[in-house]
């Protein structure tokens, strides 16, 4: 057997088209679903002290609604960088959480995609591509359906917050903020609640949530991604 023979083929175009179409299509509920709340970040960035240009570009540079609105409130505030950044920091750490999970899938990948993906490990992606069944067809299949979702969600969110951040002077600046998360919240676990440890994990979170309401928001955001961590790890060990 020559080299040649032992050279895997290149993808074609059409092939990774209909994978990054794949993606799209199943990131598309999920990025509906954030419309709301990317709306609602926008208006709270119009009336905010803050540039609208800045307050839009929190938004390409975070990736991220929870640390995007803190950022927002934060400077407007005028409060420090090291605040701000700290702020954020704990706030993203339940991305350490995902990156493991995914640690994995992404192991055999390019270079260029691992450094690339990270930036596009939200809530809604981890959702998306998680899912063992996008793997059925193999690493290139599954990088190109994670650029497909990533990128639809990507561009969904920017043109949220722009509406936002255009509907701002007629809208209240709470109007969307205390349903629009749920909302989301919503749409990600209707997806995932397939077997009993789904379900267990997912109550759990929520159970936490609840109890840590009355906490900054983020540390209630990673107590709750904590709690049903554990619970579904705990649970998958006694099965074994």
């Known amino acids: 057997m020559t080299t040649a023979d032992m050279t895997l083929p290149t993808p074609s175009p059409p092939s990774i088209r209909r994978a990054a179409g794949t993606g799209a299509r199943h990131i598309a509920p999920l990025a509906m679903g954030l419309v709301p709340l990317g709306i ?116 969904t969110w920017l043109v949220a917050i722009a509406a936002g951040l255009v509907l701002g002077p007629q809208v209240d600046p709470a109007w969307g903020l205390d349903l629009a998360a749920p909302l989301c919240l919503t749409a990600i676990l209707a997806r995932r609640l397939r077997d009993r440890i789904s379900t267990v994990a997912a109550g759990t979170g929520a159970a936490v949530a609840l109890l840590a309401f009355v906490a900054p928001s983020g540390a209630a955001v990673l107590a709750a991604t904590v709690a049903g961590t554990a619970a579904a790890a705990s649970m998958t060990r006694s099965k074994r």
């Not at 640690?103 to 063992?132: C, E, G, K």
């Open 40 to 155: 609602a970040i926008g208006v709270a960035a119009a009336a905010s002290p803050l540039d609208d240009g800045v307050g839009w570009a929190t938004g390409p540079i975070l990736f991220s609604g929870a640390s995007q609105l803190t950022a927002i409130e934060l400077l407007g505030a005028r409060a420090g960088a090291v605040t701000v950044l700290l702020s954020v920091l704990v706030l993203n750490a339940r991305f350490v959480l995902f990156s493991a999970a995914l640690a994995p899938m992404l192991s055999d990948q390019p270079a260029w995609f691992r450094r690339l993906a990270p930036y596009f490990l939200v809530d809604p992606i981890v959702a998306t591509v998680s899912d063992p069944a996008t793997r059925a067809d193999g690493d290139t299949w599954w990088r190109w359906h994670f650029l497909g979702a990533a990128s639809t969600l990507w561009v």
